[in-house]
């Protein structure tokens, strides 16, 4: 069969590789659909910490179920499944406090196991011993089913910011993540949704689709000011960077109301991780920065159930379908920020 492997930085190959077999307490699929990220670009160009190469890429999974290894239960061939990206060891203190996201000892799919940018892909054990395989609602196609998992993080993300009825909600970065949290703070009642890029394109092209009240394009505009002006000087109840800038993030301190919630929801790169925080805003106005790290198999389910009831669409959000084939270009399609999702149809 066919599939995408990393080796190194700049070393990715589509390969013809053996098909795998299905071993005890495993589930085989045959891929139809395994969605691009940011994560994606940033493995291409520098690798990941935690990734054993060469690995198959590819983590946001949806397939069907081709061969049940033995002793598994509840699943049979020609079931429509959507696969989690991360797995948590679902046995340590954190996991068995219910923050399954934080686990020390997660492990991924497309990092240390074989991942979706394949014609067919193992769903490993320890997956399903954390619930983490979902049954696709009938009325979703597996691409739609394959942005479950970014809205699961999205979703972990507005759970941590308590984004809900009437806030202001401020969305800096208008890629793909931008584009669902404006959908799911509109779904969690958000009363005002307010889209900021620095690319003047990138957020147009965003705002056709996801309908912000207001965009700030920040190549002329001062972001900080517009939101003030637009909140009559209040500020906004909850500003989310879905961005990899340090900027962003003091920017975002500097537009939150009283009592204001700051998600600092994309990361930064790891040799400019710091930024300046005025701590005494924080002190008198009752700020909280909040951080989110992935989502839990429970918000993956949860995300399959916003995108089926229609509360979160995601069809339109998927500009760009390609056969595995073109996995590199597709990268390099996210990359130059050309597209809002990218989905691979193996
Ligand atoms: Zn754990």
New binding site residues.
Partial sequence: MKAAKFYAPGDIRLEQIDEPDVAPGQVKIRVRACSTCGTDVKISRSGHPNMSAPQVMGHEIAGEIVDVGAGVEGWAPGDRVQVIAAI?????P??LAGH?AI???QVSMGYQFPGGFAEYMIVPAEVLAVDGLNRIPENLSYAEASLAEPLACVLNGQELARVGEGDTVVVIGSGPIGCLHVRLARARGAARVILIDLNPDRLAAAAALVHPDLTVATDTQDPVAAVLDATDGRGADVVITAAASGRAQEQGLLMLARRGRLSLFGGLPKDSATITVDANLVHYRELTLVGVNGSTPAHNKRALELIASGAVPVADLITHRLPLDDVLEAIEIVARGEAIKVTIEP
């Fill in positions: 948590p060891d679902g046995t340590c954190e996991c399954q686990c020390p000892n």
